[in-house]
């Protein structure tokens, strides 16, 4: 198995020479705006055409997968490129995380790059990419190309609109194979039920007032999941309150009435049990656990406090 691993310092060095042979971002870009689309659901692989990359490392099929942690896999296979990259080679797909055309750079916000020197996430910045901080997993073996990357990287999106285009870093023909061809792009809906963001801090609860745990999570749609707020007061059963508030997350208004928002790329929930504590409640001992579940993903929080 050939790894491919992230050295920043490699990888700074080939970007360096792809910019200057106007390979990497420098290069021109599929004609996508208002494109059709090509949904691909979960594990699914998509074909594209074998011998139709005129040298170029030939790409035969795409696929996208993700788990309920939110890690999104991509596998390319090759059709001429059985256990590694030539020096010469290198890999991109621009990513579309919010929907939006008039977003990102040419419309992507972020962008994967691969050669033989490495792996890299860049992201968009005023129009041109940067470096970003994602930690990108990669391996080659048995012609096919795996990349593994979290959707923290990319915004917690829920869809993926993206193209795959190969080249060559030096010379550069001008010849690429993009899968898909055409103008169209491959898109790809994120599936994650329910992963927790953060639990809030809190203040200690206080006799005869109300004390609520909030937390805030990503999942699929708008749809509330079960919550279940067991506790005790003192030993005691006490009774909890339930909140499940969706938000769909949109991306930035149009620059202009010419354009169209897309609706959300993302979805969060934000989460809570309260529970009303009586005046009685000074120095007793709060406890229990709260359960947060959704299409079969459960997140627990246990919790004790001494009410004030």
């Not at 579309?96 to 040419?106: E, L």
């Not at 917690?156 to 169209?184: E, K, N, Q």
Request: proline share 6%; glycine share 8%; hydrophobic share 45%.
């Amino acid at each position: 198995m050939y790894l491919v691993r992230v050295l920043r310092a490699l990888v700074a060095a080939a970007v360096a020479a792809l910019v200057a042979t106007g390979t990497a971002w420098g290069a021109v870009q599929k004609r996508v705006l208002l494109s059709p689309t090509t949904r691909l659901a979960n594990g699914t692989t998509y074909t594209d055409p074998m011998g139709d990359s005129l040298g170029v490392a030939d790409i035969v099929s795409v696929a996208v997968s993700n788990d309920d942690a939110g890690t999104v896999l991509f596998k390319i296979g090759f059709a001429n490129r059985s256990e590694e990259l030539t020096p010469d080679d290198v890999l991109q797909i621009p990513i579309d995380a919010d929907g939006a055309y008039y977003t990102g750079h040419n419309g992507f916000e972020y962008m994967l790059q691969v050669s033989v020197f490495g792996v890299e996430l860049l992201k968009d910045s005023g129009g041109t990419y940067v470096f970003s901080d994602a930690r990108v997993a990669g391996a080659f073996a048995n012609n096919v190309l795996t990349l593994q990357l979290g959707i923290r990287d990319l915004a917690d999106t829920a869809s993926l609109r993206f193209y795959v285009a190969s080249d060559t870093i030096y010379p550069s023909p001008g010849v690429y194979d993009w899968a898909p061809d055409g103008d169209s792009l491959f898109r790809y809906t994120v599936d994650v039920p329910l992963l927790l963001d953060r639990w809030e801090t809190v203040q200690p609860p206080k006799a005869a007032t109300t004390f609520a745990l909030p937390g805030v999570f990503t999942t699929n749609d708008t749809a509330a999941g079960a919550v279940t707020c067991a506790a005790t007061l003192g030993g005691k059963r006490i009774a909890g309150a339930v909140r499940w508030t969706p938000t769909p997350v949109l991306p930035a208004s149009p620059p202009s009435p010419d354009f169209v928002m897309p609706g959300p790329y993302a979805y969060k929930a934000n989460v809570a049990c309260s529970y009303k504590l009586p005046k009685t409640a000074r120095r007793k001992t709060l406890k229990g656990t709260i359960t947060v579940s959704k299409d079969g993903v459960v997140v627990r929080r246990s919790f004790a406090y001494r009410v004030r």
